[in-house]
């Protein structure tokens, strides 16, 4: 049974960070890249950022260059999301998933390309 678990969401101030998990069971980790989306109230899901399946290529959406940062220790099985200088705009429940990669440096910003998903993880940043 293949599971993606989030973790490490929750409330923050207006410019301080948080740092998300995704623990993935029940699949050969290393043969995924995983991608972060997010979604708020009344907007579609979008991406966040996503990493290839051995880390060497890594992507973000336009607006959160240089804010947050995605890393992946295969060993753990585990994906992270570093969040810093967060913003009110970046309230959203964030989810990880993951997309099976036939190549290294694959990755892609398409949700429907992810075939598993994990449950979403509420990040609220408050002003």
């Known amino acids: 049974q293949v599971q993606l678990v989030e973790s490490g969401g929750g409330l923050v101030q207006a410019g301080g960070s948080l740092r998300l998990s995704c623990v993935a069971s029940g699949l050969t980790f290393n043969n995924y890249a995983v991608g972060w989306f997010r979604q708020a109230p009344g907007k579609e899901r979008e991406f966040v950022a996503g990493?290839?399946?051995?880390?060497?290529?890594?992507a973000y959406a336009d607006s959160l260059k240089g804010r947050f940062t995605i890393s992946r220790d295969n060993g753990k099985s585990t994906v992270y999301l570093q969040m810093n200088s967060l913003k009110p705009e970046d309230t959203a429940v964030y989810y990880c998933?993951?997309?099976?990669?036939?190549?290294?440096?694959?990755?892609?910003?398409?949700?429907?390309?992810?075939?598993?998903w994990g449950q979403g993880t509420q990040v609220t940043v408050s002003t």
């Open positions: 990493i290839s399946r051995s880390g060497g290529n890594t």
């Open positions: 998933a993951a997309s099976y990669a036939y190549y290294d440096l694959q990755i892609t910003s398409t949700a429907n390309a992810y075939e598993r």
